[in-house]
């Protein structure tokens, strides 16, 4: 009797465990759930958090689950409060979403679960801003009255104060929907008439959304528990000439990293990719074999990719952080390179939403930024025939990694002394970019190939490029060669900005994508330190082969291209699919902020224990990423309550009217001795 | 064991070795001492007080246990790294 009980609970048991698993029934799995593209990109708003900050969202641990509710003007928000179901997930478009009131009055219903936010077709959106109006206003060099730089931004105050874009949404998940994914959302609602209705009939189109978040409370905090990791990845540098202690540098420097409210949309195609296309093509244009007097001038060119910069200047910090040390140790404890060293120091910051004119910013006029502005004056009076270089001395200086290199000089006199010069494309009213660090800053807005756009980013690229050379020398040659190559500065841009498998990509790192995108740059929390991420590895091997100082270095099939016969302090690069080196002398150097030092440096790397000191320098950045789960996003329908209440109900009469046939059957049947069910015949 | 077939020196010699035990951190031998014994004690004096206070014990224990559970549940995270050390299971994505 037991027997039979037991194995009726068996069966039962696992025909649901078969009905709860995708893989035991794929076909009914798939018939219930739609997925969303969201599984492959993660185009999901996630969490960071930092000593005294946690900006993103997360889902609740079983993900955030509602019927699809539109909103894409005023009047659809009024509606959302006549809704009558009892969860929703509200999708968004993007100037309903760019409005913090929006999600400010979603945000005090309990029945608004989370948001799918998505670019109505051939429209042109309205500014906006995920980060603040000062951004990084926390970080590097202090300002008294920091400027509101980013009019489109949060405009509440700092990051992650409620009501600010980058605020805490706390168990609401908010997903990005790719034009695919927009598509088969609305034709879905369309079809169950959810766009014309405020409560259609049962069955509603829903969605379900996980995107939960481990990290809690504070960047200390979720270390300890190791629910989050700090921010970490390669800065990039090479120089012109062997490094040497003994020779002056000029530096000149970009920003690699740009970043978005939805993860994987840091496409930031004015900030920062058109100050790093302009580097690498100034970089080209000294590199080349007809401008090889560069190579034996007075001063030495180191060009620095600085990584981490948008979330508090992280490579930058470590970079200057080391130099500035007693003893310093970048780029090493035997050959230190210090800011006495460095008489000029170049910045590029985005270049392409004003008009042809730049602007140069300094801390003080010293004569040495005297110096370098008359070198980009002269530059751009030569080389151009309507580029200005505007000059803002003493004001203050955007967000930029120079902000945090005068931090670290602690010391005022050197700080207004030094010859650092930011160049970038707005006056200082502010910003003239509409859509920074969001991932409307894309291929489109600066019309990457368009061109106007190549041509000025080719112009800023030949004015760099001949400023650096007359700050090289102390009497300077004829420049043979004097402009940037723009048919490469098109192609960069667009590798960068519209599809990452263009063969420029192809040839330098391993593409795994197979439909044009974008390269997504955010920082990213690479754990080792022995390889780079994929957009590193690419910017990488693109300026290493700028200055390549040898371009026809033989593969060797044994040693590959690593083997010694040159100057130690050159690197030998492989083109992929070639037997070709390149002999460079390019260099990543690890980019995590000073604030988390001991972080890495107590344990061996990737077995990482907590050690935030209170005390250290409170202008470091100290931002981590949170740990998640799976992030998935899909689509089904859901049925009304009642109707819901019945299945469970009915569901329920059934099993206890089976057991209770079993009950009947099983007191009211005598089994014969021979019964395989009850071999004792008891 | 069968309270009515006892012997009066065996009860009470259960009694009281229940009563000692319960001092290893065992609030529910106690529990179970007294409520075991409740009635018996009525009848037999020398049971009394190793019933009471098995009681007692256990009321003690019980309330210093819940009392413990409330203030480590509220105060966990206010406590930082020492609550964190305390706890088995850290929740995720909760301070």
Redesign the interface.
């Given at each position: 009797m037991a027997t039979l009980a037991a194995m009726l609970a068996l069966v039962l048991g696992l025909a649901l465990l078969a009905v709860d698993t995708a893989e035991a029934q794929p076909d009914l799995f798939r018939r219930i759930y739609t997925g969303l593209d969201g599984n492959q990109d993660l185009n999901t708003c996630t969490r960071l958090l930092s000593v005294d900050k946690v900006i993103g969202c997360s889902s609740p641990e079983d993900g955030g689950v509602g019927a699809l509710f539109h909103i894409s003007s005023d009047q659809e928000l009024d509606n959302f409060d006549r809704a009558d179901h009892h969860s929703y997930i509200t999708v968004i478009s993007q100037d309903m979403f760019a409005k913090p009131t929006t999600l400010q009055r979603l945000g005090d219903y309990n029945k608004f679960k989370g948001a799918l936010v998505y670019s109505p077709e051939n429209t042109t959106a309205s500014p906006w801003s995920p980060d603040d109006t000062s951004p990084n206003a926390d970080f590097g060099l202090e300002s008294a009255n920091p400027p509101a730089w980013n009019s489109a931004g949060g405009g509440f105050g700092a990051s992650g104060a409620e009501g600010s874009h980058w605020q805490n949404y706390k168990s609401r998940p908010i997903f990005y929907l790719t034009p695919a994914d927009r598509d088969l959302v609305i034709s879905r609602m369309t079809e169950n008439n959810q766009l014309s209705t405020i409560n259609p009939g049962y069955p509603l189109v829903a969605a379900e959304l996980r995107s939960f978040m481990w990290g809690a409370k504070d960047a200390k905090t979720c270390l300890r528990r190791k629910h989050c990791d700090p921010l970490r990845s390669h800065n990039i540098w090479g120089t012109m000439q062997e490094y040497n202690t003994s020779q002056e540098v000029v530096m000149v420097t970009a920003q690699m990293d740009s970043l978005a409210f939805f993860h994987d949309q840091a496409i930031g195609a004015n900030a920062d990719a058109s100050g790093l296309v302009a580097l690498i093509a100034a970089a080209r244009l000294l590199g080349d074999p007809m401008n090889s007097a560069i190579r034996t001038a007075q001063k030495n060119i180191m060009f620095v990719l600085f990584n981490g910069e948008s979330f508090g200047y992280i490579g930058s910090s470590r970079m200057a952080y080391q130099m500035t040390r007693i003893p310093s140790n970048f780029p090493s404890a035997a050959l230190p390179l210090t800011f006495d060293q460095i008489p000029y120091l170049l910045e590029i910051g985005q270049l392409l939403s004003g008009g042809e004119d730049i602007t140069a910013y300094s801390y003080r006029n010293s004569a040495r930024v005297q110096e370098v502005t008359g070198f980009l004056q002269t530059a751009a009076a030569n080389l151009t025939s309507n580029m200005n270089v505007d000059y803002q001395a003493g004001a203050d200086i955007p967000p930029a990694s120079l902000r945090m290199i005068l931090h670290e000089f602690r010391n005022e006199t050197k700080r207004e002394e030094f010859g650092g010069v930011f160049i970038t494309d707005h006056p200082a009213s502010g910003f003239t970019n509409s859509f920074y660090h969001s991932r409307l800053d894309n291929a489109d807005y600066i019309d990457a190939s368009s061109n106007a756009t190549v041509e000025k980013l080719c112009n800023v690229s030949s004015v760099l490029a001949k400023s650096l050379w007359s700050m090289a020398f102390e009497t300077e040659p004829p420049m043979p060669l004097q402009q940037a190559d723009c048919d490469f500065v098109r192609e960069l841009l667009y590798c960068i900005t519209v599809d990452q498998t263009c063969q420029l990509v192809k040839d330098s790192v391993n593409v795994i994508e197979n439909t044009p995108s974008p390269i997504s740059r955010y920082v990213g929390v690479k754990p080792t330190a022995g390889t780079l991420t994929r957009p590193v590895g690419f910017f990488f091997n693109q300026l290493a082969a700028a200055i390549a100082v040898d371009r026809n270095v033989t593969y060797n099939s044994t040693d590959g291209c690593t083997a010694n016969g040159r100057a130690p302090d050159y690197q030998r690069i492989r083109w992929r699919g070639t037997d070709v080196c390149y002999l460079s002398a390019t260099f990543t150097h690890l980019a995590w902020s000073p604030a988390f030092d001991g972080y890495y440096s107590l344990k061996p790397l990737g077995t990482p224990s907590f050690d935030y000191r209170d005390g250290r320098d409170p202008r470091w950045s100290t931002w981590t990423e949170s740990t998640w789960d799976p992030i998935k996003g899909r689509l089904f329908f859901v049925d009304a309550p009642h109707a819901e209440l019945g299945t469970v109900l009915g569901g329920l009469a059934w099993f206890f009217l089976s057991l209770g046939i079993v009950y009947y059957l099983s007191t009211h049947i005598t089994y014969d001795s021979h019964s395989l069910l009850d071999p004792d015949g008891n | 064991m069968d309270l009515r077939r006892t012997p009066a020196e065996e009860k009470l010699r259960v009694c009281k070795l229940y009563f000692y035990v319960g001092f290893a951190f065992l609030p529910w031998l106690w529990l179970v001492n007294a409520v075991w014994f409740a009635r018996e004690s009525r009848q037999m004096p020398e049971l009394r007080k190793y019933v009471i206070w098995s009681a007692v014990g256990a009321v003690i224990y019980f309330a210093a246990l819940i009392a413990w559970a409330v203030i480590f549940q509220d105060k966990r995270?206010e406590w930082?790294?020492f609550g964190?050390r305390l706890s088995v299971v850290?929740p995720?994505?909760?301070?």
């Amino acid at each position: 009797m037991a027997t039979l009980a037991a194995m009726l609970a068996l069966v039962l048991g696992l025909a649901l465990l078969a009905v709860d698993t995708a893989e035991a029934q794929p076909d009914l799995f798939r018939r219930i759930y739609t997925g969303l593209d969201g599984n492959q990109d993660l185009n999901t708003c996630t969490r960071l958090l930092s000593v005294d900050k946690v900006i993103g969202c997360s889902s609740p641990e079983d993900g955030g689950v509602g019927a699809l509710f539109h909103i894409s003007s005023d009047q659809e928000l009024d509606n959302f409060d006549r809704a009558d179901h009892h969860s929703y997930i509200t999708v968004i478009s993007q100037d309903m979403f760019a409005k913090p009131t929006t999600l400010q009055r979603l945000g005090d219903y309990n029945k608004f679960k989370g948001a799918l936010v998505y670019s109505p077709e051939n429209t042109t959106a309205s500014p906006w801003s995920p980060d603040d109006t000062s951004p990084n206003a926390d970080f590097g060099l202090e300002s008294a009255n920091p400027p509101a730089w980013n009019s489109a931004g949060g405009g509440f105050g700092a990051s992650g104060a409620e009501g600010s874009h980058w605020q805490n949404y706390k168990s609401r998940p908010i997903f990005y929907l790719t034009p695919a994914d927009r598509d088969l959302v609305i034709s879905r609602m369309t079809e169950n008439n959810q766009l014309s209705t405020i409560n259609p009939g049962y069955p509603l189109v829903a969605a379900e959304l996980r995107s939960f978040m481990w990290g809690a409370k504070d960047a200390k905090t979720c270390l300890r528990r190791k629910h989050c990791d700090p921010l970490r990845s390669h800065n990039i540098w090479g120089t012109m000439q062997e490094y040497n202690t003994s020779q002056e540098v000029v530096m000149v420097t970009a920003q690699m990293d740009s970043l978005a409210f939805f993860h994987d949309q840091a496409i930031g195609a004015n900030a920062d990719a058109s100050g790093l296309v302009a580097l690498i093509a100034a970089a080209r244009l000294l590199g080349d074999p007809m401008n090889s007097a560069i190579r034996t001038a007075q001063k030495n060119i180191m060009f620095v990719l600085f990584n981490g910069e948008s979330f508090g200047y992280i490579g930058s910090s470590r970079m200057a952080y080391q130099m500035t040390r007693i003893p310093s140790n970048f780029p090493s404890a035997a050959l230190p390179l210090t800011f006495d060293q460095i008489p000029y120091l170049l910045e590029i910051g985005q270049l392409l939403s004003g008009g042809e004119d730049i602007t140069a910013y300094s801390y003080r006029n010293s004569a040495r930024v005297q110096e370098v502005t008359g070198f980009l004056q002269t530059a751009a009076a030569n080389l151009t025939s309507n580029m200005n270089v505007d000059y803002q001395a003493g004001a203050d200086i955007p967000p930029a990694s120079l902000r945090m290199i005068l931090h670290e000089f602690r010391n005022e006199t050197k700080r207004e002394e030094f010859g650092g010069v930011f160049i970038t494309d707005h006056p200082a009213s502010g910003f003239t970019n509409s859509f920074y660090h969001s991932r409307l800053d894309n291929a489109d807005y600066i019309d990457a190939s368009s061109n106007a756009t190549v041509e000025k980013l080719c112009n800023v690229s030949s004015v760099l490029a001949k400023s650096l050379w007359s700050m090289a020398f102390e009497t300077e040659p004829p420049m043979p060669l004097q402009q940037a190559d723009c048919d490469f500065v098109r192609e960069l841009l667009y590798c960068i900005t519209v599809d990452q498998t263009c063969q420029l990509v192809k040839d330098s790192v391993n593409v795994i994508e197979n439909t044009p995108s974008p390269i997504s740059r955010y920082v990213g929390v690479k754990p080792t330190a022995g390889t780079l991420t994929r957009p590193v590895g690419f910017f990488f091997n693109q300026l290493a082969a700028a200055i390549a100082v040898d371009r026809n270095v033989t593969y060797n099939s044994t040693d590959g291209c690593t083997a010694n016969g040159r100057a130690p302090d050159y690197q030998r690069i492989r083109w992929r699919g070639t037997d070709v080196c390149y002999l460079s002398a390019t260099f990543t150097h690890l980019a995590w902020s000073p604030a988390f030092d001991g972080y890495y440096s107590l344990k061996p790397l990737g077995t990482p224990s907590f050690d935030y000191r209170d005390g250290r320098d409170p202008r470091w950045s100290t931002w981590t990423e949170s740990t998640w789960d799976p992030i998935k996003g899909r689509l089904f329908f859901v049925d009304a309550p009642h109707a819901e209440l019945g299945t469970v109900l009915g569901g329920l009469a059934w099993f206890f009217l089976s057991l209770g046939i079993v009950y009947y059957l099983s007191t009211h049947i005598t089994y014969d001795s021979h019964s395989l069910l009850d071999p004792d015949g008891n | 064991m069968d309270l009515r077939r006892t012997p009066a020196e065996e009860k009470l010699r259960v009694c009281k070795l229940y009563f000692y035990v319960g001092f290893a951190f065992l609030p529910w031998l106690w529990l179970v001492n007294a409520v075991w014994f409740a009635r018996e004690s009525r009848q037999m004096p020398e049971l009394r007080k190793y019933v009471i206070w098995s009681a007692v014990g256990a009321v003690i224990y019980f309330a210093a246990l819940i009392a413990w559970a409330v203030i480590f549940q509220d105060k966990r995270s206010e406590w930082g790294a020492f609550g964190d050390r305390l706890s088995v299971v850290i929740p995720k994505g909760r301070a």
